[in-house]
């Protein structure tokens, strides 16, 4: 990780931090179970025993598909 924005998550987290993206949309299993680093990583936040993404999560989600982008030209 170069700084704060720049995060090295694994697939099954980026999946999960996209998830979080739609407030209806469900986790699949794997996606919960990253959820608990997400929180740790303060890319996701648990209110009401709901999960949402925090601004530092979309903050990360974007810089993160840029970095996909340019990885895939």
């Known amino acids: 990780m170069n700084d704060d924005s720049d995060f090295d998550l694994r697939p099954?987290?980026?999946?999960?931090?996209?998830?979080?993206?739609?407030?209806?949309?469900?986790l699949s299993a794997s996606s919960r179970m990253a959820l608990d680093d997400l929180v740790a990583l303060g890319l996701a936040t648990m209110s009401d025993r709901a999960p949402a993404i925090t601004a530092k999560g979309r903050k990360a989600l974007i810089?993160?598909?840029?970095?996909?982008?340019?990885a895939a030209a």
């Open 12 to 26: 099954d987290q980026w999946e999960a931090l996209k998830a979080l993206r739609s407030p209806v949309a469900g």
């Open 63 to 70: 810089r993160g598909s840029f970095r996909l982008l340019d």
